[in-house]
């Protein structure tokens, strides 16, 4: 194994991953810096999604690393995954996937509540983000009683609650029409830069994209502009040639 650059809090190395046979990613190498936005771009089907699962560690690569501050995700179990996943990583997805049983407050503070946090500090933290969000109305409500709006905005609380060293976005502003969509963001970028949260942000939208500090592309699983003959040159989006010792994307 390489030792990732010192200035990446999250690097990934030649990953490759396959879904039942299928070409998922191949031979991705990507480095994101502490308090970055990296937005992920590509069609729908050019595997966004798998690797932002890969890189906070959902799944395991069939070939390749991941690292996540120098520690080697790839070569991690399960549980161990999942405890990084809880404590150090949040997730917002097309959908809010908020539980119907409880309260939106609950919602929003469960990964505070899961990692034995008080009641009254996840209550007290979580509704700061709701406000903060202009949901915090609905904070004693089911999530019934929100319109997808609304729910985005509360699953983006879930996400930020616990302050994670990174937040993974799979299309978070898919089902949003415009200006719910730039709340959103701004939300989520003016967390990520007041609190040096990294953010791996996977879009096809061009609004989306903008607000990031850099971009990533990728198409049919590779990064786009790579070579795909076994000796062409790096791409323009200043992807590696497999086999070849990554460094940051950063600079």
Not at 78 to 83: G, M, Q
Not at 140 to 149: H, M, Q, S, V
Request: charged share 20%; proline share 8%.
């Amino acid at each position: 194994m390489v030792a990732p650059p010192d200035d990446d809090v999250l690097w990934a190395r030649s990953v490759h991953y396959s879904h039942n046979g299928s070409p998922g990613i191949i031979g991705v190498s990507v480095g994101v810096r502490q308090g970055e936005v990296l937005a992920v771009t590509g069609p729908r089907g050019s595997g966004k999604t798998t690797l932002l699962r890969c890189l906070s560690g959902q799944l395991v690569p069939r070939e390749g690393e991941v690292w996540f501050n120098s520690v080697p995700v790839h070569t991690m179990g399960a549980l161990s995954r999942e405890r990084l996943r809880r404590d150090r990583f949040g997730w917002i997805g097309p959908e809010p996937d908020l539980l119907p049983e409880l309260t939106v407050w609950e919602n929003a503070a469960l990964p505070l509540l899961v990692s034995g946090a008080s009641h009254r500090t996840a209550k007290r933290t979580a509704c700061a983000w709701l406000d903060r969000l202009d949901v915090a109305g609905f904070a004693r409500k089911r999530p019934r009683a929100l319109d997808r709006a609304a729910s985005q905005r509360v699953a983006l609380a879930r996400a930020l609650v616990s302050e994670p060293s990174v937040i993974f976005a799979d299309e978070p502003t898919a089902p949003l029409h415009r200006t719910e969509s730039a709340l959103l963001l701004r939300t989520l970028t003016t967390a990520a830069r007041s609190h040096e949260v990294t953010v791996v942000l996977a879009t096809h939208d061009e609004d989306t994209a903008a607000v990031a500090d850099r971009r990533f592309a990728l198409l049919d699983g590779r990064p786009a502009g790579a070579a795909t003959g076994p000796s062409g040159p790096t791409g323009p989006s200043g992807d590696f040639p497999e086999g070849q010792a990554a460094c940051s994307l950063s600079a």
